[in-house]
DNA sequence: TCGTGATAACGAACGTTGTTCTAAGCTAGG
DNA sequence: CCTAGCTTAGAACAACGTTCGTTATCACGA
């Protein structure tokens, strides 16, 4: 097809090139607003671009891929954590509480949690979360080695915890409330230890109602209250 | 090319149809072998197929989709996992021992954790490995309820250690052998953290050495250190 | 005021993925 | 020996992340 002149009267291409400039930052915001209402595996590169009125290559421009996006929603969802003021004396349960907030930021963002399973924190405010934690352990007494772990493993259990729970909601049909959900799911497992024979597994048929057990806050609730018992018991007096 | 008949002293249609029948079992053994060779992310319904010589739309009569092959893939590596005979003067240690023996039967099959921390166990030799624990944690005095929430974080304990594990291999290249993928990763990590700005940062800058340390094995050992601890403090005496 | 060059935007396309459709082949039962 | 039902498998579908090459835009020096 050689060079065409316009035909008469015609725009030069696209009506009203009105669009804003794209910028990383209202990428990021337009992938948390899919992840909030459509899961990270909604969070694509063309939906994305689909909620900017553009084509998925112009995303390129400002985000290196898909990886980059994740931890920058990841980064800008951390920004809603709010930590406490440090307070030595209350030093365990200040970590109790960010964890707590941590996981309640996590389950308000869907999948959110996959993505901070799957990477080594390096945004500023995952790092402000790590850095409060470190402080207040230091100040409750915990050595610096034990407090490093700590964290490692207390982020680790926030996360997979919430990894677990988000899949309750997506794993079953998006329908029903995400009681509901939780409810038909966890019936489902209950029924299935019911039936398996006794013989083989006598204690997981015997303790079915305790394994399933607990809304997820309890549960929760008891893993965190077991870590920070072991990391208090290598804090000095 | 309409119908042809056969050209006389041919086979029927494919040289030698010695083809032994599809199986289930086999499917998921060839699975697991890619697995083991290509990481998870390499484990295909066209890479599992084209192990058994044949078409992706085959493995659906033996497996109801990607999911299913997932998890019988969990199962039949979990096999691996050997129990020791359950003393319960020595439950704790015990119980760190299985924790161990997982988390070596995980890594010895690259990514293949991911799939354990996205599933409730239901597999039999999943279930096999969550009954010794109930056993022996309840024949050491630790009440049914605190005993099946803590197999409950223990198994996301050992799950999330061993995906982040896993991933230090597969974002570098393949090429370089697994501890030096390890260092590699480590001291880039390391020197991020360092150039941090230290009024912002001062806990992690300061305390970058001991975030940064241990192979791997220690950071596991602590982490299990603090959940046995956590765990012990609910049993009776 | 007019080019002009860097950069952003984007339509189209490539190579994969999981899964389904549909027709052909094989095997067991009458 | 023939037919019913299940297995096999080639082809195709929709969706994914990413890249290519071209077009449009805008700040700035002549």
């Given at each position: ?5 316009t035909?008469?009267g015609?725009?030069p291409r696209?009506?009203?090139p009105?669009r804003?400039?794209l910028?990383q930052d ?7 607003r899919v ?5 990270l595996d909604g969070?694509?590169m063309?939906?994305v671009?689909?909620?900017?009125d553009?084509?998925p290559a112009?995303?390129?421009?400002h985000v290196?891929?898909k ?8 980064d800008?969802v ?7 003021e440090p ?11 960010v964890?707590?907030?941590?996981r ?11 993505v901070s399973?799957?990477?080594?924190p390096?945004?500023?405010?995952l ?5 409060f934690?470190l402080?207040?352990m230091?100040?409750?007494?915990v050595p610096?080695?034990?407090a490093a772990?700590a964290?490692d ?6 996360d997979?915890?919430s990894?677990e729970?988000?899949?309750?909601g ?5 329908g ?18 019911k039936a398996?024979p006794?013989?083989r597994f006598p204690?997981i ?9 607990g809304?997820g806050?309890e549960?929760?609730e008891?893993?965190l ?8 018991s290598h804090?000095r007096?």
């Amino acid at each position: 097809m050689p060079a065409m002149p316009t035909p008469p009267g015609r725009k030069p291409r696209k009506a009203a090139p009105s669009r804003r400039p794209l910028t990383q930052d209202g990428i990021v915001a337009a992938a948390v607003r899919v992840l909030d209402a459509e899961g990270l595996d909604g969070v694509t590169m063309r939906r994305v671009a689909q909620e900017l009125d553009t084509g998925p290559a112009s995303l390129y421009a400002h985000v290196s891929g898909k990886d980059e996006l994740n931890e920058l929603m990841l980064d800008r969802v951390a920004a809603e954590v709010r930590l406490p003021e440090p307070d030595p004396e209350r030093w365990q349960e200040q970590v109790k509480e960010v964890a707590r907030e941590v996981r309640r930021v996590w389950q308000a963002h869907a999948d959110i949690a996959r993505v901070s399973l799957a990477m080594v924190p390096t945004g500023a405010n995952l790092l402000r979360i790590a850095e409060f934690q470190l402080a207040v352990m230091s100040a409750g007494g915990v050595p610096p080695a034990a407090a490093a772990l700590a964290v490692d493993s207390l982020g680790m259990y926030v996360d997979a915890e919430s990894v677990e729970r988000a899949m309750y909601g997506t794993k079953l049909g998006e329908g029903a409330s995400p009681e509901e959900q939780l409810h038909t799911f966890i019936s489902g497992i209950r029924d299935y230890y019911k039936a398996l024979p006794q013989d083989r597994f006598p204690h997981i048929v015997a303790m079915v109602d305790e394994l399933t057990a607990g809304g997820g806050d309890e549960r929760f609730e008891f893993g965190l209250d077991i870590l920070v018992r072991g990391i208090a018991s290598h804090a000095r007096p």
